[in-house]
């Protein structure tokens, strides 16, 4: 899963935390002990739902930031042994960037 989609999951947990406050709110306003019990129930299962995907986020960015050490110490080892300077091209700008020649040769008026 994607870091944003755990987020979102998070964040519904954290709406049904508020959703069963309100309603044992309301429930403490009526006097109704089911809805009240039902409150504190969602409100409940919405704690645990975010606690849960909050702290799978979490680990889930301390696993991508030790692949990217992972990577930078490997093309460090790379320049090392050849001398060459190695350079990652951002995806944004390797999707940008054309190689096909017929476009070139259009360009040139061919």
Not at 31 to 48: I, K, M, T
Not at 103 to 108: D, F, H, S, Y
Request: net charge neutral.
């Amino acid at each position: 899963m994607k870091i944003e989609t755990i987020e979102q999951v998070a964040s519904i947990g954290n709406k049904a935390t508020l959703v069963g406050g309100a309603a044992g709110g309301v429930a403490a306003f009526l006097e109704s002990n089911a809805v009240g019990l039902l409150g504190v129930l969602v409100a409940l299962f919405g704690v645990l739902v975010n606690v849960h995907f909050k702290r799978k986020a979490a680990r889930l960015r301390v696993d991508l930031a030790e692949l990217e050490k992972e990577e930078i110490r490997a093309r460090i080892r790379l320049m090392n042994a050849t001398g060459v300077p190695v350079i990652p091209v951002p995806a944004d700008i390797a999707r940008q960037v054309s190689t096909d020649f017929g476009e070139l040769e259009a360009e040139q008026g061919k």
